[in-house]
Nanobody, 117 residues
Framework: QVQVVESGGGLVQPGGSLRLSCAAS????????MLWYRQAPGKERELVAS????????IDLDSVKGRFTISRDNAKLAVFLQMDSLRSEDTAMYYC??????????WGSGTQVTVSS
């Protein structure tokens, strides 16, 4: 059974940090590119960061460049999103996704990040 489970969200003050984790099971994790998306209320889902199966990482969203870092641990079947210098506009539901080169894609149910004083 395929599972993609995010954790690590919560309430944080502006300027703070959070580390999101995504635990995967039920598929060959090392063969999948892993992606983090986010969706704020009333807005479309947007791609935040991605990391290839080989470990090549990309921050896809300009507004988080220099603040967010994506990494993966194939041995632990996990991917991480380190978020520093958080801003109120980073408030969103964050989703982890596993994507195969043929287009197959699995999604988690999301973890809420709220940045507020």
């Amino acid at each position: 059974q395929v599972q993609v489970v995010e954790s690590g969200g919560g309430l944080v003050q502006p300027g703070g940090s959070l580390r999101l984790s995504c635990a995967a099971s039920g598929f060959f994790f090392s063969m999948y590119d892993m992606l983090w998306y986010r969706q704020a209320p009333g807005k479309e889902r947007e791609l935040v960061a991605s990391i290839t199966r080989a470990g090549g990482s990309t921050i896809d969203l300009d507004s988080v460049k220099g603040r967010f870092t994506i990494s993966r641990d194939n041995a632990k079947l996990a991917v991480f999103l380190q978020m520093d210098s958080l801003r109120s506009e980073d408030t969103a539901m964050y989703y982890c996704s596993a994507k195969l080169s043929n287009g197959r894609q699995y999604w988690g149910s999301g973890t809420q990040v709220t940045v507020s004083s």
